[in-house]
């Protein structure tokens, strides 16, 4: 069934169309797991030809698969979402040890990705027009008649980020397939091997040649000449601010979609019910060891609250599963030393000034313990920076309008929680949020898949989920009737067969 595995058993190859090819160098990136540090496989390290070469494909490809009807394009993606439940085993195995996301979650994020192509496919096909008759406009005529269709931009370059190298190159892919575009997927290099799998599984769906090409290498060497390269009609990046600010200074007049970085707020209230409260945030703090930009990164509650709120979440920690992602343990090894060094510094700043680690604290190679610290106060770097790991602070405040006060000082506005039995409450803190999404009573999270989903400030621009994504990567084409009084219409010459 793979094909893009093309040398040995460890050489993988990069699409393009149509075919599975090595970079014109012949060089390649070498992926440890980490998990046990042995080698995943090697993927090519693809250079400016290679951009080049791919990109030029897909201007190739891109005007017949737009004018392919969008149910042939729709079928393309329930074929794959079959292929991908078939072997999900597989290839949730890879992401596994690529990127040590625990079993569960890896198979999850295959399924997820079934369903997300399989609703693409749907919302495509009820991607409708809309006729404008002229005369709701002051001065206009029913003689004046807009058809407005949706086209294409052309092509589109997908880059995604590690922790969910299949599910966040779908949500950008597949709109922009089922909407007429062609794509160039330029995958984390740690979770490369992962996407690559998706590619293989949708041109065995039948995705024709050149639609979906495959650019892999290190973003820092290669990253730049992509983003500005001319053949570039939208850029669809998943990934930190950091590199997505970059990206927009680079981009220059390119449209973007950016989902960043986050620094989500969960919100307590005294009424609410906080066993329900701590066993919720933990799930959204420490899932995939915190590597979520939708996690839980900051409790904001009132010291009487998080007083009675500490037990709680302690007593849930102490039951998560710390070690390998291949047993199921939630709070697995960072996906590299540079992570782990980070989240130990914001740690170490914060004791430094004074907070108090009621547990973790300590790390093992890149694991790091589930890490709970109160009394994290605005002067320390833990309030404010995203960890990307398994550390969650508690920020004591005097009451509601502070808690707000303090979540929108944050220059990241992704997601917050507000949990409370309240709703005029949770209506007046969440209406007065600067965030894309609110979640009452929940974890702060993407899914489901069909919602907006988007940042503001520092945690991006523009806005995922199916349908959103979809117009995002396309754009409105009106066709003008005008009609004379006696319904002719204006043209030169004799009608056809009047010649
Ligand atoms: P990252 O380091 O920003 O990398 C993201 C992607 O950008 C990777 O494919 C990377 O390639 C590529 N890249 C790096 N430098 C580039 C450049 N100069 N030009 C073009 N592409 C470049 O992020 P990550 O470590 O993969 O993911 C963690 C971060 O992403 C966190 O901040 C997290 O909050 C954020 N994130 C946000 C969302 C969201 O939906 N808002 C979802 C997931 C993650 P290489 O791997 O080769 O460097
Ligand atoms: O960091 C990935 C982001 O998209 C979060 O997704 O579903 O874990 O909230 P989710």
Redesign the pocket.
């Known amino acids: 069934m793979f094909q893009h595995i093309c040398n040995g058993d460890k050489d993988f190859c990069n699409l393009f169309d149509g075919k599975w090819v090595e970079a014109s160098s012949g060089k390649y990136?070498t992926i440890l797991s980490p998990v046990d540090g042995l080698l995943v496989g090697r993927v090519p390290a693809m250079s400016r030809e290679d951009v080049d070469r791919a990109i030029q494909n897909t201007k190739e490809s891109q005007p017949v698969w737009a004018a392919t009807p969008i149910h042939e394009r729709a079928s393309v993606f329930y074929k794959a979402a079959d292929l991908l439940e078939e072997h999900a085993d597989e290839i949730a195995a890879v992401l596994t040890m690529e990127i040590a996301k625990d079993r569960r979650s890896a198979w999850f994020e295959v399924k997820r990705t079934a369903d997300f192509l399989r609703y693409t496919a749907d919302a495509g096909k009820s991607m409708a027009g809309e006729a404008i008759s002229g005369d709701n406009f002051p001065g206009g005529s029913k003689n004046k008649i807009s058809y407005v269709s949706r086209v294409p931009l052309g092509t589109v370059l997908a880059?995604?980020?590690?922790?969910?190298p299949i599910n966040?190159s779908a949500s950008k892919i597949a709109p922009a397939l089922i909407g007429g575009n062609a794509v160039l997927l330029?995958?984390?290099?740690?979770?490369?091997i992962s996407a690559l799998y998706l590619a293989d599984i949708l041109q065995e769906a039948g995705l024709p040649k050149g639609v979906l090409n495959t650019i892999?290498?290190?973003?820092?060497?290669?990253?730049?000449y992509?983003?500005t390269h001319p053949g570039v009609n939208f850029i669809n990046?998943?990934?930190?601010?950091?590199?997505?600010k970059?990206?927009a200074k680079?981009a220059g007049m390119v449209p973007l979609m950016?989902?960043?970085?986050?620094k989500d707020a969960a919100i307590v209230l005294s009424d609410a019910d906080l066993e329900f409260a701590a066993q919720t945030i933990i799930s959204g703090a420490y899932a995939y060891a915190g590597?979520?930009?939708?996690a839980v990164k900051r409790i904001l509650a009132t010291g009487a609250v998080a007083d009675r709120l500490i037990s709680k979440l302690l007593s849930g920690i102490a039951k998560l599963k710390v070690g390998d992602p291949r047993e199921d343990a939630t709070i697995v090894p960072l996906?590299n030393e540079k992570?782990a060094d980070f989240v130990m510094e914001l740690i170490g700043d914060a004791k430094q000034k004074g907070a108090k680690i009621l547990t973790g604290g300590k790390r093992e190679g890149n694991l790091i313990q589930p890490t709970l610290v109160d009394n994290v106060t605005t002067d320390m770097r833990l309030a404010w920076e995203?960890p990307?790991g398994p550390v969650l602070p508690i920020l004591r405040v005097r009451d509601e309008q502070e808690a707000i006060n303090i979540a929108n000082r944050s220059e990241y506005g992704?997601q917050s929680s507000v949990f409370t039995k309240n709703i005029h409450d949770a209506f007046y803190i969440a209406n007065r949020l600067e965030v894309g999404t609110v979640q009452i009573n929940n974890k702060t999270e993407?899914g489901p898949d069909h919602f907006p989903?988007l940042?503001v400030k520092a945690?991006?621009m523009g806005t995922?989920g199916v349908k959103y994504a979809i117009e995002a990567m396309t754009r409105p084409k009106a066709i003008v009737f005008n009609l004379q009084d006696n319904g002719t219409v204006h043209h030169e010459g004799p009608i056809r067969g009047e010649e």
């Open positions: 990136l880059i995604s980020p590690f922790n969910y966040l330029k995958p984390a290099s740690q979770g490369a892999t290498g290190k973003g820092s060497e290669i990253g730049d992509i983003v990046f998943t990934g930190s601010t950091a590199v997505g970059h990206i680079e950016l989902e960043l970085g986050g590597q979520r930009c939708t996906i992570a995203e990307f992704l993407r989903f940042g945690s991006g995922q």
